[in-house]
């Protein structure tokens, strides 16, 4: 599945988008570069969830618990950025205890946490625009966002909901 998401606005509508095919047990894999969308993709799937608290890029946190507001999965966000290793470095985290009753987002989490679980979702944003440098200050700044489902879970799993328009 791959969606061209025009603004910041459109990107957090994605996130609430894709909260709504989300339960709990499922992990998140977020991967692109600095700035490309990731925590605003976060921010409006947590919006989306319905959980506390506002999601931020963390500075020092590494994963943040949001706790569910209306009864659903927690949003677990984890920003993997600072972390070398692999899981045995996020060990303290817990986050296969957490996984079953929660929703597992991680920025920069690839090569580290697939081992959470037999099946995943990973969304890649990238600028949709080549170029090295960013447009001028009020042009827009499109991102290419392709998912892929991986696992048992996602098999046949339903996009349209999230094709809604975006660009
Ligand atoms: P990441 O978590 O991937 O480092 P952030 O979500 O923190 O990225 O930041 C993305 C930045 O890009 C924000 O400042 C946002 O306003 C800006 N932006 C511009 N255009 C878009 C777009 N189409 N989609 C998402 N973010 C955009
Ligand atoms: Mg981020």
């Known amino acids: 599945m791959r969606l061209t998401v025009s603004d910041p606005e459109a990107m957090r509508d994605l996130g609430r988008a894709l909260a709504a095919l989300l339960r709990p047990g499922d992990l998140v894999l977020l991967s692109g570069e600095l700035g490309a969308g990731k925590t605003t993709l976060t921010r409006g ?14 500075t020092f946190v590494i994963a943040r618990v949001h706790p569910s507001l209306t009864g659903g999965p927690a949003l677990v966000h984890v920003d993997a950025y600072r972390l070398g290793g692999g899981l045995d470095q996020m060990e303290d985290l817990d986050l296969d205890v957490s996984l079953p009753e929660s929703v597992i987002v991680v920025e920069w989490g690839e090569g580290k946490v697939e081992e959470l679980s037999d099946s995943r979702l990973e969304v890649r944003i990238e600028r949709a625009l080549g170029g090295e440098d960013p447009p001028a200050d009020d042009a827009a700044d499109p991102r290419t966002v392709t998912l ?20």
Do not use: I, K, M, N
Request: aromatic share 6%; hydrophobic share 40%.
């Open 45 to 58: 799937l947590g919006e989306g969830l319905g959980v506390r608290g506002a999601v931020t890029s963390p």
């Open 148 to 167: 892929t489902g991986l696992g048992e879970r996602w098999a046949g799993a339903d996009w349209e909901p999230l094709r809604a328009d975006r660009v």
